[in-house]
């Protein structure tokens, strides 16, 4: 019964050893990509309060890349999309 617990420790430490080595075998791309900066642009537009103005600037910027990530409405009469790509 002792060998069969020793037997089984060894391979249970055999895994892992194993395992972890894998990890750090494949972890290294993944360490240089973490390390690259992302950079952003970021886009500020004003338009019209009107339902079809704001829809054509959205639908513009999107297929341009652009994403919407905010809207201020500023002093209320114009509101300003935010769009990061």
Excluded: C, H
Aim: hydrophobic share 45%; net charge positive; charged share 15%.
């Amino acid at each position: 019964m002792q060998n069969v617990r020793l037997s089984l420790a060894w391979l249970i430490a055999g895994v892992s050893l194993g395992a972890l080595g894998l990890l750090m075998l494949m972890g290294q791309p993944f360490t240089a990509k973490a390390q690259e900066p992302k950079r952003f642009q970021y886009q500020i537009v004003e338009v019209l309060p009107d339902t079809q103005t704001m829809q054509t600037k959205l639908n513009e910027f999107g297929s341009n890349g652009w994403e919407l990530i905010a809207v201020s409405m500023g002093n209320m009469t114009e509101p300003r999309l935010i769009f990061k790509k």
